[in-house]
């Protein structure tokens, strides 16, 4: 069994790209989470979905971030118009069904020139 | 408000000693989860140890354990005869047990363990 897979791992963009992260849950796990780490920090929650579902987006800045979890394929977290703060190790989890334990991918460090 | 706490911010010890890493949490939530991550170098996160606010008993696994106490509000983690391998961050991390709740983990911000040779 796949653990969660996140792509790229290593993302690079300029000011006022867009960022687009994947993931892929774990086989069987009908909910994601994405969460923040900025350098020298823990990890922050940022938004849970379910399967075309927002759940909860409270740890989400207001502007620019965005996530989905489409009927078919990965979880996408998206970015706009990166700005260097937003520089940063991007987490996605995944939970099965009963939602006891989040199972975390190896990340995505965006790099914001 | 949910909150967790980890004082140490850095700890080294020789390789053999026995560590323990502190973790103090604050919830209002009558059932919660409490959790031990790693994240070794490599960046990963690495799942350790899932704990209910029900289950007080103590845990050992191999050469980790862990020592829940409701009382004090502190959920300890012990590496005994350490190895350079566990050189790492540890995040202890607390959730709520209602539905709503329990959609997010709440982290501490983290212990950077490094075990010298």
């Known amino acids: 069994n796949a653990g969660v897979m996140q792509n790229p791992r290593h993302l690079v963009r300029r000011r006022g790209q867009e960022a687009r992260l994947r993931c892929s849950p774990m086989?069987?796990?009908?909910?994601v989470y994405w969460y923040r780490q900025l350098p020298e920090e823990g990890l922050k929650f940022m938004v849970y979905?379910?399967?075309?579902?927002?759940?909860?987006e409270s740890g989400m800045p207001k502007e620019r971030f965005s996530a989905e979890f489409p009927k078919e394929g990965p979880s996408i977290l998206r970015i706009q118009q990166v700005v260097r703060g937003d520089s940063a190790a991007y987490f996605c989890?995944?939970?099965?069904?009963?939602?006891?334990?989040?199972?975390f991918g190896a990340g995505t460090r965006l790099s914001v020139l | 408000a949910q909150k967790v706490t980890q004082a140490q911010t850095e700890i080294s010890v020789v390789e053999k000693e026995d560590v323990t890493l502190d973790c103090v949490y604050e919830?209002?939530?009558?059932?919660?989860?409490l959790f031990w991550y790693k994240q070794p170098p490599s960046g990963e996160l690495v799942f350790l140890i899932r704990r209910n606010s029900f289950d007080e008993q103590n845990e050992i696994s191999g050469r980790y354990s862990w020592n829940f106490q409701k009382s004090t509000s502190s959920f300890n983690f012990t590496i005994t005869a350490s190895q350079v391998v566990d050189s790492a961050v540890y995040f202890c991390?607390?959730?709520?047990?209602?539905?709503?709740?329990?959609?997010?983990?709440?982290f501490g911000s983290g212990t950077r363990l490094s075990i010298r040779p």
């Open positions: 979905l379910q399967k075309e579902n927002i759940i909860d």
């Open positions: 991390a607390l959730s709520g047990g209602g539905y709503s709740s329990a959609s997010k983990i709440i």
């Open positions: 989890a995944s939970s099965p069904p009963n939602r006891d334990i989040q199972y």
């Open positions: 919830t209002r939530d009558t059932t919660y989860y």
């Open positions: 086989k069987g796990h009908s909910h």
